[in-house]
T-cell receptor
Framework: KAGVTQTPRYLIKTRGQQVTLSCSPI?????VSWYQQTPGQGLQFLFE???????NKGNFPGRFSGRQFSNSRSEMNVSTLELGDSALYLC???????????????FGPGTRLTVT | DAKTTQPNSMESNEEEPVHLPCNHS???????IHWYRQLPSQGPEYVIH???SNVNNRMASLAIAEDRKSSTLILHRATLRDAAVYYC?????????????FGSGTRLLVRP
């Protein structure tokens, strides 16, 4: 079974631009979460989606947004990029929340975003 | 969100057991204890999780203190491949959210 895939793997953008990152979950997984990893702040939760609905949101400004499609694929968008947005953006997929779930999350390799 | 405290780094010799401690003195009754690890240049990888009882799987064992204020991840025989950053995380079991709050983790160095 293929793992979580994220595209692109590397990206260089300029301050003020916007960027869209894509995540394809493991087949059959319906929940997708996004995390930002930086050397200074570590791994921070961004959002969580299930059945095209955002179920949870981390403490990030409104410039960070996301969505999930009916096939469970997810995208996240960052508008008006700042230097501090340079980070590794990780996507994780899971089966479904609720009774019986182990809540095990499977992470992708991440997208390395550099803002210059 | 309840927080966890872990040592910044630990060292172990290959083939020996490793005990990675985690303190979570403010844990609530609905918090699950999850462990993930992150190998170099990879995304985090699920290791194990538990609520109250000790847990075992093919990767590791999780020992949870009776008062649940601390836990220990046990790798029975460390290999070089186990060198990674290990994160102890509390997940709120109320509301069935997948949200994980990562701390700074413990960097494990395995000596050959």
């Amino acid at each position: 079974k293929a793992g979580v895939t994220q595209t692109p793997r590397y990206l260089i953008k300029t301050r003020g631009q916007q960027v869209t990152l894509s995540c394809s979950p493991i087949s059959g997984h319906r929940s997708v979460s996004w995390y930002q990893q930086t050397p200074g702040q570590g791994l921070q939760f961004l959002f969580e989606y299930f059945s095209e609905t955002q179920r949870n949101k981390g403490n990030f400004p409104g410039r960070f947004s996301g969505r999930q499609f009916s096939n469970s694929r997810s995208e996240m968008n960052v508008s008006t990029l700042e230097l501090g947005d340079s980070a590794l953006y990780l996507c994780a997929s899971s089966l479904f929340p609720g009774q019986g779930s182990s809540y095990e999350q499977y992470f992708g390799p991440g997208t390395r975003l550099t803002v210059t | 969100d309840a927080k966890t405290t872990q040592p910044n780094s630990m060292e172990s010799n290959e083939e020996e057991p490793v005990h990675l401690p985690c303190n979570h003195s403010t844990i609530s009754g609905t918090d699950y204890i999850h462990w993930y690890r992150q190998l170099p240049s990879q995304g985090p990888e699920y290791v194990i999780h538990g609520l109250t009882s000790n847990v075992n799987n093919r990767m590791a064992s999780l020992a949870i203190a009776e008062d649940r204020k601390s836990s220990t991840l046990i790798l029975h025989r460390a290999t070089l491949r186990d060198a990674a950053v290990y994160y102890c995380i509390l997940r709120d079991g109320v509301g069935s959210s997948y949200k994980l709050i990562f701390g700074s983790g413990t960097r494990l160095l395995v000596r050959p």
